[in-house]
């Protein structure tokens, strides 16, 4: 089993930046590929990026594309997520998220780890 716990949500105006992290433990890169997802309210929880545990490759949802952007620090077993150029509709609550590839991870039942979840709140 991985261990995964969230940092770095908060407030910020439309046009800035937040930088997430996730440090996990119980396991290393090598067993997980590791992204994130987010829950809007009311909403369903929906992918937002992975980086593959062998590659480094990643993948975005469309609707981050070019804002987001995946990094990892595997001397750390951290996974960041730089977010620039937030929007209002980027509000949600973000998880990390271990599964077994890029692929399997694009939807939840490919997931078989989640950290507790951190607020991102984008004000308008």
């Known amino acids: 089993q991985v261990q995964l716990v969230e940092s770095g949500g908060g407030l910020v105006q439309a046009g800035g930046s937040l930088r997430l992290s996730c440090a996990a433990s119980?396991?290393?890169?090598?067993?997980?590929?590791l992204g994130w997802f987010r829950q809007a309210p009311g909403k369903e929880r929906v992918f937002v990026t992975a980086?593959?545990?062998?590659?480094?490759?990643?993948s975005y949802a469309d609707f981050v594309k070019g804002r987001f952007t995946i990094s990892r620090d595997t001397s750390k077993n951290m996974v960041h997520l730089q977010m620039n150029s937030l929007k209002p509709e980027d509000t949600a609550v973000y998880f990390c998220?271990?599964?077994?590839?890029?692929?399997?991870?694009?939807?939840?039942?490919?997931?078989?780890?989640w950290g507790q979840g951190t607020q991102v709140t984008v004000s308008s």
């Open positions: 119980g396991r290393t890169f090598s067993t997980y590929t």
């Open positions: 998220a271990a599964g077994n590839s890029r692929s399997s991870m694009s939807e939840i039942g490919g997931v078989d780890g």
């Open positions: 980086i593959d545990r062998f590659s480094g490759g990643t």
